[in-house]
C-alpha cells in the first residue's frame, strides 16, 4: 500500500544542479519524517537530509549543508531534494525514505523508494 517513488536523477557536471523528487503514496507526508539517503557504489548508505515538519526541521549532513535543500509539498504528497554545486563525490543512488517516529538520520526508515541515480562527472 505505501509507496516511494523517485524521480530526477541523471548526469550533471560539477558545479551543476539537479532535483529530485519524492512521491508519496499510502501515507501522510505531514505526519511522517522523510528523509533522503544516498549509496555510492562499493560504499554504505549514507543519511544527505531529513525534513520533519512537526518539529519544523530541515538537518542536512556535513558534506551537503549549504548545497542541498529538503522541502515538503504536502498537496501534492511529494518531497524534493534540490541539489546545486555538485561534486563527484555526490553521485551514487539517492532514496527516500519515511518514517513515522524516526528524528535522525540514523534511526530505523519503515518505508523506502527504489532510488534514483545521480551522476556527477565531465
Known amino acids: 500500500q505505501v509507496k516511494l517513488v523517485e524521480s530526477g536523477g541523471g548526469l550533471v557536471q560539477p558545479g551543476g544542479s539537479l532535483g529530485l523528487s519524492c512521491e508519496i503514496i499510502?501515507?501522510?507526508?505531514?505526519?511522517?519524517?522523510i528523509a533522503w539517503f544516498r549509496q555510492a557504489p562499493g560504499k554504505e548508505r549514507e543519511g544527505v537530509s531529513y525534513?520533519?515538519?512537526?518539529?519544523?526541521?530541515?538537518y542536512y549532513t556535513d558534506s551537503v549543508k549549504g548545497r542541498f535543500t529538503i522541502s515538503r509539498d504536502s498537496d501534492e504528497d511529494m518531497v524534493y531534494l534540490q541539489m546545486n554545486n555538485l561534486k563527484p563525490e555526490d553521485t551514487g543512488v539517492y532514496y527516500c525514505a519515511a518514517d513515522v517516529r524516526a528524528t535522525s538520520l540514523w534511526d530505523e526508515y519503515d518505508y523506502w523508494g527504489q532510488g534514483t541515480q545521480v551522476t556527477v562527472s565531465t
Open positions: 525534513s520533519s515538519a512537526r518539529i519544523h526541521t530541515a
Open positions: 499510502g501515507i501522510t507526508p505531514a505526519q511522517y519524517t
